[in-house]
């Protein structure tokens, strides 16, 4: 099991969860949806807005450091009643002089019309949003001061700048994991409790994470359990290739089209294309040699492309077998030296 | 006794007069204890979702496998095995395809094998599965419409197979043990109860029948009397349906009724259940990447101990042949916990499940078909716990069961 103090602060395991807390699940269920209870629902993920030209236009020259867009891990909205929150997943607070305070300040900036003008709504639709950052327990008040530093200085200048919260994440000695909320917070936040609630039931010696619906996230750093995710969810997809084909047809591996497949669309907004090149790269050199040592007269190479000729029964049964007995991509393991999600190009 | 001649049958009204005449001959006999020879069948089956790859044609679907389709009208065909020669039945297609039912005489020894063999074998084709909670909300529909003095049959059937390690695989399960003294001994809980009695005696006893002995949550086998004669139709829960009555049309009028409730309850499910990130455009160009699609969700009632859970990864993952016919890699979290990136292997589509001691997660990306939901609950209650709690989402199983049984209508034909 991987240290459960690590867990709570990497990103991806962050990013999951606020998925899962917003997935309608039955009442007294290992995971506690508090996000779907309070009535928030997922809006977008990883979605970049531009920072409105007024904004942009009135920020130039008051000396304050922000980027001209910004993509909030996720947006949740409150159905119907256009109240969103823009939620921030960090596994420590930064410093005010960083380029993730940057994106911060953007953030803050994108409030009411701001954010409905980035969202593409309506010019009359008025919006309500609020910034949450998700972060261990024991960053949560750093973080709150960062913010509070942020605020202050954009308010200085003239801006009317966004509310921000921060929860807090952490765990107990049953690996139940817990959200840490302030009372204030609580009602601000439109959420139907506060304190220390418990999200996600633990066991002991076992690793609490949930399923991952986002099985990689390349923009931070690399953990084993998403690598392994993203693996398992290609060989999926490729077995379901072979599986559904018909005998005496030709498969046609895509390698992009296999990525965009097992990270549910995720791959093609990645905004770091040498990322994206990479992944494929290493899913083509995967596919070739294990096709070269199934079935060499069979397969042909074509840019992204493989091409299996699938000309008996025995032929898919010889493929299916081998690719049924694979238990890793080990050339997946090698690490993924790319900085990914359109965010952080800028950075 | 009617000389059964399927080649010579060449519109819809003689297949109906030769079923009708055959299954009246055949009440004949089993009135008389004096079977003769195989009862009217239909096996319901499913295509896959869309009917993608297949649109075409259904032979499409049968031809790989030595079969071939001989069409009488729009949606009814003749099967011949090309193998022997021989005709085997009709096959019936609703709904452009998406649901066949296929109507067979043979022995129910011989078709049954060669019907699993087809569905085994074929990635377009699945059986329509009944699971037992399906079943209990067909049984209120028993209940709803037949005269309580009219006799039933419902067989449960439980079987805690990884209570130990029997190092069963789904080949097994054709096993017959011819001799009594060659039967293993195996100490784990095995629950195969039939039950006949009128429907009126067994009407408000059977709940409590189930919250005494949780086995009998997991109904396999179930009886629809015929309404207009003795007998009736008995419905198994991998969509096999029997004719025990003298008229093949109320048959096929049963046969339609139940197709219509499943098929409800797959689109009823495919909507909660399908899983993915939909892009959503907006006003000023862009997407959004909007998460859509709520978990399937199993609650054991009773936590598995961590050796029934080891079996149970252990069969399902490490042996080709398992009787839940999925693929994966299991990523230990625990000695109690797996996460399960993988395939169903009954239509080869995507699955990910999160399995503990206490309940399974199961994640359907959008497009994996609904019954994959359909068949592993009915698994789950045959073989790992027959009262598990099931929901998609915060539904549970039976109210969307029980919202497919509502109100069917001569629409839903279309």
């Not at chain 1, 269920?29 to 629902?41: D, M, Q, T, V």
């Not at chain 1, 921030?88 to 940057?102: I, Y």
């Not at chain 2, 197979?161 to 039967?183: A, V």
């Not at chain 2, 994640?363 to 716990?385: F, M």
Request: hydrophobic residues 35%; contains cysteine; charged residues 25%.
């Amino acid at each position: 099991m991987n240290n459960i103090n690590d867990l709570i602060g990497d990103h991806l395991f962050q990013l999951n969860l606020v998925l899962w807390l917003t997935q309608p699940l039955p009442q007294g269920f290992a995971i506690r949806p508090i996000f779907k209870e309070s009535g928030y629902l997922v809006h977008s993920i990883s979605q970049p807005l531009a920072l409105p030209i007024p904004i942009r236009e009135k920020i130039r020259g008051k000396n304050i450091n922000v980027q001209d867009g910004c993509s909030p891990d996720v947006i949740l909205e409150k159905s119907q009643k256009n109240s969103f929150l823009l939620v921030e997943c960090k596994k420590q607070s930064f410093g005010t002089n960083s380029t993730t305070s940057e994106q911060a300040r953007t953030l803050l900036l994108l409030k009411g019309r701001a954010l409905s003008e980035a969202l593409g709504l309506a010019l009359d639709t008025i919006v309500e949003n609020k910034i949450v950052y998700l972060t261990r327990a024991d960053q949560k008040s750093q973080l709150n001061d960062t913010c509070k530093s942020m605020v202050t200085e954009l308010e200085n200048v003239g801006f009317t700048v966004c509310p921000t919260y921060c929860l807090g994440i952490k765990c107990d000695s049953t690996n139940s994991i817990y959200l840490v909320i302030d009372s204030n917070d609580t009602n601000e936040l439109g959420l139907l409790e506060h304190g220390e609630i418990k999200v996600i039931e633990g066991q002991p010696e076992t690793d609490p994470r949930p399923l991952y619906f986002i099985p990689l996230d390349p923009s931070v750093e690399q953990n084993e359990y998403g690598i392994k995710t993203l693996e398992q969810r290609l060989l999926s997809e490729i077995l379901s290739l072979i599986g559904r084909a018909k005998i005496s047809s030709k498969i046609q591996f895509d390698c992009e089209e296999l990525l965009e497949k097992a990270t549910w669309g995720m791959y093609g907004i990645w905004g770091d294309r040498n990322a994206r090149l990479n992944l494929k790269r290493k899913v083509k050199t995967f596919l070739s040699e294990k096709m070269v040592s199934l079935l060499p007269n069979n397969f042909q190479k074509e840019q992204d492309k493989l091409i299996l000729s699938l000309n008996s029964s025995q032929d898919k049964e010889t493929i299916l077998s081998s690719f049924q007995k694979t238990k890793e991509i080990e050339v997946l393991k090698a690490p993924l030296q790319f900085k990914l999600f359109e965010k952080n190009e800028n950075s | 006794m009617t000389e059964v001649n399927i080649s010579e049958i060449k519109n819809r009204e003689e297949m109906i007069r030769l079923l009708d005449g055959y299954s009246i001959e055949r009440k004949e006999e089993l009135d008389q204890k004096k079977i003769k020879k195989g009862l009217v069948k239909s096996y319901l089956l499913e295509t896959v979702d869309g009917f993608q790859d297949t649109k075409k044609t259904l032979s499409d679907i049968l031809t790989p496998f030595a079969s071939e389709l001989i069409q009488i009208d729009e949606g009814l065909y003749k099967v011949l095995n090309k193998n022997s020669g021989k005709y085997m039945g009709f096959l019936e297609s609703f709904w452009e395809g998406r649901y066949l039912a296929f109507y067979s005489l043979e022995l129910s020894k011989n078709i049954d094998k060669l019907v699993k063999d087809l569905v085994l074998l074929s990635p377009q084709l699945d059986h329509v599965w009944l699971s037992g909670w399906t079943f209990n909300i067909l049984w209120e529909k028993v209940k709803e419409l037949s005269n309580p003095n009219r006799f039933t049959r419902i067989v449960f059937e439980h079987e805690s197979i990884f209570e130990i390690d029997s190092d069963t695989d789904e080949t097994d399960e054709d096993q017959i043990f011819e001799d009594e003294e060659e039967q293993l001994i195996f100490e784990r809980r095995s629950s195969k109860i039939a039950l006949v009695d009128k429907i009126g005696l067994l009407k408000d006893k059977l709940n409590k029948f189930q919250e005494l002995y949780s086995p009998m949550y997991s109904i396999t086998q179930l009886r629809f009397p015929s309404p207009i004669a003795r007998g009736g139709h008995d419905f198994f829960h991998f969509g096999k349906a029997t004719n025990r009555s003298e008229s093949f049309r109320d048959h096929r009028s049963h046969v339609l009724y139940v197709l219509k409730i499943y098929r409800e309850l797959i689109k009823k499910t495919q909507e909660i259940v399908w899983f993915s990130f939909e892009k959503v455009s907006i006003q000023k160009g862009g997407e959004f990447q909007k998460l859509i699609g709520a978990p399937l969700i199993v609650k054991f009632r009773e936590p598995l101990n961590e050796e029934t859970f080891n079996h149970f990864i252990i069969s399902t993952f490490e042996r080709v042949k398992n009787r839940f016919r999925l693929w994966g890699n299991p990523i230990r979290l625990g000695p109690k916990k797996v996460h399960v990136y993988g395939v169903d292997k009954h239509l080869w589509q995507p699955i990910f499940m999160e399995i503990t001691d206490k309940h399974i997660i199961a994640i359907i990306p959008k497009g994996t078909c609904g019954n994959t939901v359909h068949r592993l609950v009915s698994n789950i209650q045959i073989y790992l716990d027959p009262a598990a709690e099931v929901t998609l989402g915060n539904k549970s199983y039976r109210e969307i069961a029980q919202d497919s049984s509502r109100e069917i209508t001569y629409e839903q034909y279309k």
